[in-house]
Structures are given as C-alpha cells and as structure tokens.
C-alpha cells in the first residue's frame, strides 16, 4: 500500500482536521500483544509524551515508558489494538523517543475492513497491511501518510524483529454515531457525533481538540487553555464545525480542574457555513450565548438563544480574557426543534410537547423550556444558589470560608443577605416558615408551567429540610431529593417576559434565593415529597404586596422538559 512519509514540521498541517483514533481518551485500548517483557504496550496509546527513564531498572532490566520486546526473536513482534471509535485511518505517528539501541528497526500496521467483529474475533479475522514495513530510527517521532482507508476498528501494529516503541498513534476520521429521529436531543459536538475543532486563536497550555473528547479528563492537561493574556480587552476564541447541522437548545460548558485559572465570562455564536474553519469575523456570526460568568471546577449549563428554525453547523465559543475549559457540549437536534403551533392530534404524537389531561380542544401553541442542571452562574441573574463546596476552590469567587466549631465544621460565609423594602408602616417582618410539598405531576418526561409569582418588596429563600429518623417524630421518612426552579424577568408590560425563562433542577443539597420581584414558579418538587423552610419577609395578610399570582394564559402551554437521565 502507498505510503508518504511526512516531515516533523508538517505534521499540523498534515493532520489538523484528523482525530487520534487509538487515543486511550477515546477508549483505545491494547487487546493483545506477542511479548512485553521489558516495557508493557498500553504505554503506546498515553496521551503524554514518553518521559525518560534513564538510569531506572526494575527486575528484567531498564526502565523504559513505552513497549519493549526481547531480543533475538527469529520473526516479529505484534501488537493488537482496539481503536476507540470505528474510523477511517488516515496516518500514524510511531515514536521511538528514548529507544536508542533498542529501537524497533522496522515497523508495519494492519487492519481489520470488517468493522461488525469483536475483540474475539481478532483471532482468526483477515488482516490487511495498511502500512508497509518502513524502517525506524532511533529516540524519534515518524510521521507516515497513507490514502483513507475503509473503516476499520482494530489494527494490529507489528515491529521487525523486536525492540521498542514508545507511542503509537491512528490518525483518521471518525464514523459519526448519531440518533435516527431528527427529533431526538444530543451532542452535536461530540467527537464521536463527528465534531471537530477546527480553529483556535491560542492554544498554548491545552489543545482546543481537548473541548469535545468524552468523559472529564483527569487533570488541566487534557483540557483548552489559552496563555494569561496583558492586553486590556483580550479574548480568546475556538470554532467548532458540529458533526451535522443542527437545531440548536442548550450547551454545557465545563471547568473541571480549572480553579483558578478558568475564563472570567464567555459567550457562544452559531453560524451555517459550507467551509470548514469560516472566517472569525463573519458579520453572520449569530450570538446564540450572550456573555456570562462562569465558575472554578464545574458544569454550567445554559440555554441558548438560538433562532430554533434554523440549523447551524459551526459555533464559536469565545472566552474573557483568558483561561482553560475543560469540555463543551452543544445540544440540539437534526431536525427543528418543536415549538410550533398544533393542535391536539399534533401535541400527542410529540413527547415534548404533550398537553396535560385538562388541556382544551383549541388550538395552543407549545413553547418547550429545558430544565437543566442548577450552577451559580447559570442562576445569577435571578438570585443566588445556597449550598456547599466540598472542594473549596470551586466555590463561586469571592466566598469567604472559615472553619468553625473547633474545626469540626466548615462555614460559606453570607451566601445571600435578605433585602426587603416594604414602605414604612407596612407591619413587616421577617420570619422562618415551612412548606410541605407533595410531588408534581409529570407526563412524559415533561411538566407543565401553569402559574408564577413574585415578591415585590422582598427576596425569598427556600432551604430542603431532611428526612426523619426519629420514631413518632413528624418529618418526612423518605423525602424527595430534586424540585424545579423556574423563574423569568419582568417584561415591559408589568408581565413575566417569557423569552428570559429559565428552569433548573435542583438537588436536596442546594438551596436558592430568589431575588426580590422575580417571576418563578411555586415550590415544585419531582417524586417524593420534600420540605422546606422559607425565610422571607412578609405581612402576611394576603396582600399583593406579600405575593402577586399570574396563571398562565391558555392560549399558551409551556412544557418545562426534564433532563432524561
């Protein structure tokens, strides 16, 4: 088979749109091997370059970080490795770094085209050389170039006769794994989906291909980072082509590891473009994220303002100033996403947009909210989260910490102040109060927005009280452990303004503080019952100047759709 071999220098060029196929980030892995006496083979597949090891020995010899045969083997040597996707292989990169006098002088690659075999089956598949014998040098990197072949799922690298290798590497291109229904939500920018990084402004301490590997690494390493920026107003920037136009809904956003060195803000633009790496200042650039915060070692989850009727192949996500990201995730759907007028008839045949049994005969339109996961961040515009960090450095900036109770326990200091502004002579007064709430009523996965309130005079905090254990005692025995918050700004009409809402999932764990005269919607818990202890300000009258109720008009359904897992 035809071969190029390609210069050091040449090698981003050569293989900046292709994925390292055996990566074992992807879930590459060694399935057999005909000898590792000196150096076992899973070093081939690490994703770090080979360390020295000079001057180490172990009980059959010296150290080496790489793969390593006996000597004197009167044929070859093999290893047989599972790729961590179905691809097509276009290249390899065989490295040879710190073998020096032990090197492997020679080395080929073959695959397996029959890509429904099993790691059983390897055996007795038919194998296809890929790769011919080319020779090796000592304590170097050899990039070789081959025409793409078919796909394939496991290659079997072979060296002549024997020695050491200390990284393998199967470049090519990924065979998408994408759902069937062009209704169906997933991540359009999975490198299994077919995503690919295709530009970064700096990439200095991580690679931005790290953005959309699976999984949440182990370190900084294995994430974006960008080098600390001395310019007033620097940004920096990673385009990302989506394994297929899609309909955009929400995106995640995660700083793993990154404490104190995650971006300040962010902010996301979509666009439709037939070229691989459109141009970074495309005035078509739509924002579909406007600015936000974001948080030391965490997932954000937002939705996205995107335009639903039109489908977008790349996005652009752009950091101030600076700063690392561990993963992105862009969720959406092959097809238009379902927030259209319909009728009876239509809402039943479609899960996320199905009306509860009272819903009348008449026409309505279905606005579908997802409910994502509760961050800081995500909820700053609306009030603030309650809970604590077991990891200190991922509390949100500025938190004051200190131990308490002779070191026993540990304090978040004033997470939230209360605030209230009730006028002079109201009769006022600020209290602890506790709600019991029975569970919603969810249909298919989906639960229906029917009224929202707000406070116009003060915030409101909700705390999840625990469950019993002592006998005869009144608290719930087995308490739920999720509630929704739902909450919406005041539009210019004195009403909710529906295209800022918002709905999170949050966990028994965390409690919230809604901000004064935010619209949310009443204590909703899912499952099993929960309690809550309410701290606010009120008269406690009735008055609207306590709580102002909005129920929802019918014309309007808002389905708030729950996370599927």
């Known amino acids: 088979m035809a071969y190029e071999s390609i210069p050091l220098e040449a090698f981003h060029e050569t293989f900046k749109f292709n994925t390292e196929l055996s990566s074992v980030v992807l879930g590459g892995k060694v399935v057999k091997v005909s000898d590792e006496f000196f150096a076992e083979a899973f070093h081939l597949l690490e994703v770090e370059p080979a360390p020295s090891l000079k001057g180490q020995f172990g009980p059959n010899g010296a150290l080496y970080n790489g793969w390593e045969t006996r000597r004197h083997n009167p044929s070859y040597d093999w290893c047989v490795i599972e790729l961590g996707t179905l691809g097509t292989i276009v290249g390899f990169d065989i490295d040879t770094t710190h073998f020096n006098g032990n090197e492997a002088p020679e080395a080929s690659v073959d695959g397996i085209f029959d890509s429904s075999l099993g790691e059983h089956d390897v055996n007795n598949a038919k194998w296809t050389e890929i790769l011919p014998r080319v020779p090796l040098g000592p304590s170097q990197r050899h990039l070789f170039k081959i025409p793409e072949t078919e796909r394939v799922r496991y290659v079997k690298l072979n060296m002549y006769p024997d020695g050491g290798i200390a990284r393998f590497r ?156 561990k993963r992105v995730r862009v969720y959406g759907t092959k097809g238009p996403c379902p927030d259209l007028a319909a009728g009876p008839s239509d809402m039943a045949e479609n899960d996320a947009a199905v009306p509860l049994e009272s819903a009348p005969a008449a026409i309505k339109r279905v606005k579908t909210i997802p409910v994502l996961p509760l961050t800081p961040e995500a909820f700053s515009p609306f009030g603030q989260v309650i809970q604590a960090y077991g990891d200190h450095a991922a509390a949100p900036r500025g938190t004051k910490i200190t131990p308490a109770n002779q070191g026993s326990a540990t304090k978040f200091h004033k997470l939230s102040l209360l605030e209230s502004s009730y006028p002079v002579g109201s009769g006022a007064s600020s209290g602890l109060s506790v709600y019991r ?110 709580c102002e109720i909005l129920e929802l008009e019918a014309s309007e359904v808002v389905i708030l759709a729950l996370p599927r897992h």
Request: proline residues 6%; glycine residues 10%.
């Open 170 to 325: 199967v470049y090519g291109n990924v065979v998408p794994v994408q759902p069937d229904s062009p209704q169906e939500v997933f991540d359009l920018a999975h490198v299994f989906a077919g995503g690919r990084v295709t530009f970064m402004s700096d990439q200095h301490f991580g690679i931005g291909a790290n953005l959309i590997l699976p999984g949440r690494g182990k370190d900084m390493g294995d994430g974006w980072e960008t080098k600390r920026s001395r310019q007033k107003g620097h940004k920096d920037w990673v385009i990302i082509q989506l394994g297929t136009p899609g309909h955009l809904r929400t995106v995640e956003i995660d700083t793993a590891h990154f404490k104190g060195n995650f971006p300040e803000t962010c902010e996301l633009h979509a666009l439709y473009s037939e070229d691989e790496i459109p141009d970074s200042n495309d005035v078509e650039w739509a924002q579909i994220l406007s600015p936000v915060k974001l948080g030391p070692h965490r997932r954000h989850f937002f939705a996205l303002e995107a335009d639903v009727s039109i489908a977008y192949t790349h996005v652009k996500l752009t950091v101030y100033p600076d700063g690392g990201i």
């Open 437 to 546: 709430c029975n569970p919603t009523k969810v249909v298919n996965g989906g639960v229906e927005l029917k009224v929202v309130e707000r406070h116009p005079y003060t915030n409101q905090a909700f705390i999840p009280m625990g469950g019993g254990g002592i006998q005869g005692d009144e608290a719930l025995k087995e308490p739920g452990n999720a509630y929704l918050v739902v909450v919406a700004h005041n539009g210019a009409n004195d009403k909710p303004d529906f295209n800022t809402l918002r709905a999170f999932v949050a966990s028994a764990g965390q409690g919230i503080m809604y901000n004064t005269a935010i619209w949310h919607q009443p204590m909703t818990v899912l499952y099993k019952p929960m309690d809550f202890t309410c701290v606010e300000t009120q008269i406690g009258n009735g008055d609207r100047a306590d």
